[in-house]
């Protein structure tokens, strides 16, 4: 009889380490998971002086701090301190007046951006921008055998979104009747079009200088719907925007570095600051706010029915899941048919945090923050508290994105150049 109960107190003990290990197990593993932060891969094209560093300068100062958003961003300092500097310069209307330098002939730029969000007094990172910004003449001027032109394809076939700069001075040059206008016009699609119809990313051509424009009619969207035309009136450009309407996201979007009243058209034909004005930057923080949104849109847009009924179903049963719920139901999605389609729709993107992006397009797709059935409560061990607060930030951070999104196109419809959602 005492070997019956040193036996049973044996195997007691046994159970309750087995179940302590397991226990653990439990709580560390999602940690890593979620640890993980995807890169999506921007490449920026646009001829010289067609301000792709106002806007990058722009961009960056509007989206450092969580203004009207939840999110900001992040960077290495010294690109910080050259950010800034470009910014100020700019700005500026006390010294000579000058704009920072443009991208050289053949010179690459290179910045890596965080997306984060703060969270419990936390700054969490969300996602990673990887911007590759090149001068168009890689694409319009004959090149020493090899390299840059080639890079610069790669960079373009792996890209999770692509940004095509187009100088709205030039713009307004043509529509004022100017021939060197038509020409610049162009030579600039001539340099985007033909690489830009082969790849598979979405678009978001980018009309700069948009408070020069400001005369050709008092309301924006009439003035975005002049430019529209004019654009579609070009064959190759119509043809890249007919050949992808149905399963590519291509966007028209005017932003300003400035904004309005900050510079004017001298009388040599220069953009010169006017006196003391400030600057207000219009629309400079859509292009990067698009590129997530308009990823997850493309590839939804490119399932079929079936993939899509399952992707309904996996959503409406992770609405209802705790975090170790949803992170061990991911994996089996991500083994079933359509989570393998899903997978291979994010292409490069998912080498590195697969499983990753997997949950932040299924959490992308369940409506905004409100929605979310929230599991904070006391009993949950502080991994899974911890992966809550996650995910709600991440859903918060992606909802946020498409919101910027969707009020452009709401207030600008001509934004938006091929099918709609």
């Known amino acids: 009889m005492v070997g019956v109960v040193i036996v049973i107190a044996g195997l007691t003990i046994l159970l309750l380490l087995v179940t302590k290990w397991l226990l653990n197990k439990r709580v560390h593993k999602p940690l890593v998971v979620e640890s993980e932060t995807p890169t999506f891969r921007i490449v920026a094209l646009g001829l010289q002086g067609s301000g792709k560093t106002l806007l990058l300068a722009s961009m960056y100062h509007r989206l450092k701090a969580p203004t009207d958003q939840c999110y900001f961003l992040t960077a290495p300092y010294d690109d910080v301190l050259l950010l800034n500097q470009w910014y100020v310069q700019m700005a500026s209307t006390a010294s000579s007046g000058a704009w920072p330098r443009g991208t050289a002939k053949g010179e690459t730029r290179h910045f890596n951006f965080t997306v984060k969000t703060s969270t419990g007094g936390t700054a969490l990172p969300i996602l990673k921008l990887n911007y590759l910004e090149y001068a168009g003449e890689l694409l319009t001027e004959i090149q020493e055998a090899g390299t840059r032109q080639k890079e610069l394809f790669e960079h373009i076939g792996s890209a999770d979104a692509l940004i095509g700069v187009i100088d709205g001075f030039r713009v307004k040059r043509h529509l ?144 209802q899941q705790g975090a170790l719920e949803a992170l061990a139901s991911l994996g089996t999605f991500a083994g079933q048919v359509a989570g393998r389609a899903l997978m291979a729709a994010f292409g490069p993107s998912a080498a590195i945090a697969g499983e990753v992006m997997l949950g932040m397009f299924l959490d992308s797709r369940m409506g905004g923050p409100g929605a979310e059935q929230m599991r904070l409560h006391q009993e949950l061990s502080e991994a899974e508290r911890r992966i809550e607060m996650f995910r709600r930030a991440r859903r918060r951070v992606l909802y946020d994105m498409r919101r910027k999104v969707d009020m452009l196109e709401g207030r600008l419809p001509h934004s938006r150049l091929s099918g709609g959602r």
Request: glycine letters at 6%; zero cysteines; hydrophobic letters at 45%.
């Open 176 to 319: 004022d009747g100017h021939p060197d206008g038509h020409v610049h016009l162009e030579r600039t699609l001539n340099a985007l079009l033909p690489v830009m119809i082969e790849a598979s990313a979405p678009i978001s051509f980018i009309i700069t200088k948009w408070d020069l424009l400001a005369d050709l009619h008092p309301d924006e969207s009439t003035r975005l719907s002049i430019v529209h035309n004019l654009l579609m009136s070009n064959g190759h450009f119509r043809s890249l925007v007919n050949l992808h309407s149905a399963d590519r996201v291509v966007r028209l979007i005017p932003v300003s570095a400035v904004g309005p009243g900050f510079a004017k058209i001298g009388s040599t034909g220069e953009i010169v600051k006017v006196g003391q004005g400030a600057v207000h930057p219009t629309n400079v923080d859509v292009p990067l706010s698009a590129v997530v949104p308009d990823m997850f849109e493309q590839i939804e847009s490119r399932l079929n029915s079936e993939a899509l009924a399952a992707l309904g179903a996996e959503i409406r049963k992770r609405k």
